[in-house]
């Protein structure tokens, strides 16, 4: 730990990675617009780095971690006067706001720049934050809406006022579900009084199938304004200059701290934990109630002498099998050899065929939901029992608890992802 002490100049910048406490003395300070004045204190995490203003001559004591640092910016080097400067116009008169640039590009950032610029001129704001890998407001694989109420220099310091379930921390296979429940969430801040919304987004700009999903999300909402954060968007540049919407470009931090595919992911298991720790267990019963996304309860069930002969053909005790369309699943109490699986394709020829067992669940992803399916937010499935279809989720939403929708991340007892699931898993 190392203790530094800075008299800053009036327009004076300073680069502050974290972790990091830095305290306010004498002056006034700004970060991502956010000013401190005397006797302030900001916590930076460690896997953030900011510009720190100086909007008056200032005093102020930085506390750094083992891996945080500090340090004046080149003449240039720094973004952050283009970006508040953009932060002005861009709130000038409310309305919709949407954040486009590449991974690490410094979205997030200004995205709760602009938002405490707005709130700074008496706006009534809201973030939605439709990053479902990188998810700050919510947990990750959610799509999220929180009211900004004081100045935030995180997203992570807002909490959620709504959220929408996606299932999967890629925006890939669920751009189409991303476009429509940004647009809920946005419509639903802007029912509840906001008269600014900012929408963050994700990362992915790269290939035609980011073109087509970042545009069906840009005509879905209607902004009044995009900010186009960083290089790699020539494309969506081109398509927009033909339009009549007001585009700014704006550059990315020169040096930032960047963080690696592994400080993503405990960064999303800090975002599960956020949402998941604690709770209470509820007990759904999928044969009457609403689960969305389990194979084995969609299905048709089939006879019990057909149930039998799987039985026979696997050698591994069957608890329910169903049938959806081409794809039949199986829920055996534990798993069946290589061989017995294959003869069970082999029975079933032309079929998609899944063979379940109670403890792939352990640990699931769902969206606890009311009765008329709308999310309450996250849970985990603890058992479930196919026999008599009790599902056991532990959640902090228990309380209109009535239904589930399953999602495809599986987590560990410390939050973390045990990777991707494909195909079906209950
Ligand atoms: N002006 C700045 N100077 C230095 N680092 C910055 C600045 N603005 C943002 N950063 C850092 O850059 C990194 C990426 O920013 P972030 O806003 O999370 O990007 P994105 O949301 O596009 O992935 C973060 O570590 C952030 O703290
Ligand atoms: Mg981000």
């Known amino acids: 730990m190392r203790i530094v002490e800075r008299r800053l100049e009036k327009g004076s910048l300073l680069r502050i990675t974290g972790p990091a406490m830095l305290m306010v003395g004498t002056g006034k300070i700004s970060v991502l617009g956010a000013v401190y004045g005397p006797g302030s204190r900001l916590v930076l995490h460690k896997c953030r780095s900011y510009a720190v203003k100086a909007l008056e001559g200032s005093e102020i004591r930085v506390t750094l971690g083992d891996e945080g640092s500090l340090e004046e910016p080149r003449p240039g080097e720094e973004v952050i006067d283009q970006w508040l400067e953009v932060a002005e116009r861009v709130v000038s008169d409310g309305g919709r706001v949407i954040l486009i640039g590449g991974v690490e590009s410094g ?25 479902v890998g990188q998810a700050d407001v919510g947990p990750p ?132 934990k956020r949402y998941l720790e604690g709770g209470e267990t509820v007990r759904i019963n999928a044969l009457d109630s609403p689960v969305l996304g389990s194979c084995v309860f969609s299905g048709t069930p089939l006879p019990s002498e057909e149930v039998e002969a799987i039985s026979a053909i696997l050698g591994v005790k069957v608890l329910r099998a169903s049938r959806l369309s081409g794809t039949l699943t199986v829920a055996a109490e534990s798993r069946p ?36 399916l709308r999310e309450l937010g996250p849970g985990l499935v603890v058992s479930i029992d196919y026999e008599s279809g009790v599902i056991l989720v532990r959640t902090r939403y228990s309380e209109s608890a009535e239904g589930i929708i399953v999602g495809r991340v599986k987590l560990d007892e410390n939050y973390v992802e045990m990777g991707r699931i494909t195909g079906c898993v209950i």
């Open 107 to 131: 979205k997030t950032s200004l995205t709760a720049l602009i938002a405490n610029v707005a709130l700074s001129q008496g706006r009534k704001v809201a973030v939605v934050d439709g990053d």
């Open 141 to 272: 694989a959610f799509v999220s809406m929180g009211f900004v109420d004081k100045p935030v220099v995180w997203l992570r310091d807002l909490s959620a006022d709504a959220m929408r379930f996606i299932g999967t921390v890629a925006p890939g296979p669920a751009a189409g579900s991303i476009v429509v429940s940004v647009r809920e969430l946005v419509e639903e801040a802007e029912r509840r009084g906001a008269d600014t919304v900012v929408v963050d987004t994700d990362g992915w700009i790269s290939g035609m199938g980011a073109l087509v999903y970042k545009l069906a999300l840009i005509r879905s909402l209607q902004p009044a304004r995009v900010v186009l954060v960083g290089p790699g968007l020539e494309p969506l540049a081109n398509i927009l200059s033909r339009t009549n919407m007001e585009v700014y470009t704006v550059g990315s931090p020169a040096r930032r701290r960047e963080r690696s595919r592994e400080e993503r992911r405990i960064l999303r298991a800090e975002g599960y």
């Open 337 to 372: 050899g290589r061989e017995a699986l294959s003869k069970l394709r082999d029975a079933y020829p032309g079929d998609h065929v899944y063979v379940v067992t109670p403890s792939d669940a352990k640990g699931l992803l769902v969206a606890v939901t009311d009765r008329s």
